[in-house]
Nanobody, 126 residues
């Protein structure tokens, strides 16, 4: 059974930091691109960041550039999202995802990803 399990969410004040992690089990995703999405109440799930299979190329939505950093550790089958300078508008459930291509270039829709975690809540207070 393939599983992606997120951790690291929580409540933080505006300007603070959180680090999300996603551990994969059931198969090796070392050759798969991975991404992070988020979904706020009443809104559609949106792309946040993605990383290619090797970790050498990353992509971010404009609203998080310079504040969030995606990284991966293929030896441990994990992907992380370091979130700094958090804003109240970053409040959402964050999901990690994997897609069976080496590069996530152009893959910013939820339908582009076939594997999903259950999500972790991030709440940023003002």
């Amino acid at each position: 059974q393939v599983q992606l399990v997120e951790s690291g969410g929580g409540l933080v004040q505006a300007g603070g930091s959180l680090r999300l992690s996603c551990a994969a089990s059931g198969r090796t995703f070392s050759t798969y691109a991975k991404g992070w999405f988020r979904q706020a109440p009443g809104k559609e799930r949106e792309f946040v960041a993605a990383i290619n299979w090797s970790g050498g190329t990353t992509y971010y939505t404009d609203s998080v550039k310079g504040r969030f950093t995606i990284s991966r550790d293929n030896a441990n089958n994990t992907v992380s999202l370091q979130m700094n300078s958090l804003k109240p508008e970053d409040t959402a459930v964050y999901y990690c995802a994997a897609t069976n291509t080496a590069s996530p270039m152009g893959r910013t829709r939820p339908s582009d990803y076939g594997y999903w975690g259950q999500g972790t809540q991030v709440t940023v207070s003002s």
